[in-house]
């Protein structure tokens, strides 16, 4: 590779979840990113292509994309070498950040702190299999709930070490059912709907239905009609505010029934997560070159995560021997 720097290919990457269209961004138009990538192909990219290594190509870097990933690096730091951060702003390039990647990964630290909250979800459910009983009727929806964690971090893990248009369009569909997921969950367990009674039961086959329909209808606006950030945005918070104010309210009334503190956890957890998602609003150029906003957001969930099977299991037993001394 004749555009290289140092010994190596340097690296890019980064789109927040929730974060600006993927259109053409201000480094995408610098001239001096375009005459880089021109030479690069030309030099790079022929009869005889540079030598990329097996793991990179396995994740399906090739010519053009390395040289992408190289000319953004060129520049970034050109421009950082001659000016101030102040002077000459890190640019985004294809709506993303120039990330540094590792083994292929184009934000390895993003990818990594996905991976802690699948571990959280994983060790979530491993706790409710052992600890409550199977008979419990609230028992299969909190395992729905960490079946959908674990689908959601596990795309995004693959979506934020390549970024195509599969693995975006999969990790946007699974993040979505999981926010939706526990909206759906929500006034199951506020409200009581697993209860056999006929009114409730009647009540949560038509809310299934709903939740099922709504999510149908959102992934086929999106994939047949348009590919709408900022509508899939504005769904993603919808679902999360009505059910951050049933979880609320919900622990309010749960500790002036019960008056100890673990009722109050999930009005402390919305808190929690309502502060850590204000990351997202800053996007700030990644620090060193790999953390970002985003990747602190992922890392931001994990200690919550754990924190609500915690308080599933309390509820959990709470219930149980409140219902063993009714009878």
Known sequence: MKLRKGSSWHAIAALCLLSGLAHASTGDRLPDFKDCLLVCKEANCGDDPSYIPLYRRLLFWDCPSECDYTCQHIVTDKRLARDPPYMQPIHQFHGKWPFYRFMGMQEPFSVVFSLFNYLAHDWGMNQLRERIPASYPLRKYYMMFGYFGLASWIFSMTFHTRDFNATEKLDY???????????????????????????????????????????????????????????????????????????????????????????????????????????????FPPWKGMIDAHSLWHLGTVGPTIWWYNFLLRDAQEDLAGTRLKQ
């Open 173 to 283: 569909f699974a993040a979505g059912a999981s926010v939706l997921y526990g909206l759906y969950f929500a006034p199951i367990r506020v409200f009581r709907l697993d209860k056999k009674v006929p009114m409730k039961q009647s009540i949560l086959r038509i809310w299934t239905a709903t939740c099922l329909l709504l999510y149908t209808l959102h992934v086929l606006y999106l994939t047949l009609w348009s590919w709408d950030y900022t509508y899939n945005m504005a769904a993603n918070v919808a679902c999360g505010v009505v059910q951050n104010v049933l979880w609320s309210g919900f622990s309010y009334m749960q500790y002036k029934k019960v008056g100890r503190t673990w009722a109050m956890w999930p009005g402390l957890i919305v808190a929690w997560l309502i502060m850590a998602m204000s990351l997202e609003l800053l996007d």
